[in-house]
């Protein structure tokens, strides 16, 4: 069974740090590329970032700068290290197989895990 299971969320203050981890199972993760997005409540699910498989990553306008994303293929997992929080950072973090924004639409996608950016 292909599963993506994600993990590293949690409360924050602002200006603060997390690393949220991507678990792969089922399938061999160095072999797509994957990518991150978020959901704040009431608002879309939007895109933030990508890495392929040669590890080129792209980030979104809202998080460049601030987030990294990166893949660890021999543990099968892809992480976004995210540095100087906002609170309009706050949502629930999704990673997904894929590379831009056409990865909103991939039926590969986890659970997601919460991101509070709060004082």
């Known amino acids: 069974e292909v599963q993506l299971v994600e993990s590293g969320g949690g409360l924050v203050a602002p200006g603060g740090s997390l690393r949220l981890s991507c678990a792969g199972s089922?399938?061999?993760?160095?072999?797509?590329?994957m990518s991150w997005a978020r959901q704040a409540p009431g608002k879309e699910l939007e895109w933030i970032s990508s890495?392929?498989?040669?590890?080129?990553?792209i980030y979104g306008a809202s998080v460049k700068g601030r987030f990294t994303i990166s893949r660890d293929n021999a543990k099968n997992t892809v992480y976004l290290q995210m540095n100087s929080l906002k609170t309009e950072d706050t949502a629930v973090y999704y990673c997904?197989?894929?590379?831009?924004?056409?990865?909103?639409?991939?039926?590969?996608r986890g659970q997601g895990t919460q991101v509070t950016v709060s004082s």
């Open positions: 997904a197989t894929g590379f831009g924004a056409s990865s909103l639409t991939s039926r590969t």
């Open positions: 089922g399938f061999t993760l160095s072999s797509v590329s």
């Open positions: 890495i392929n498989t040669l590890s080129l990553d």
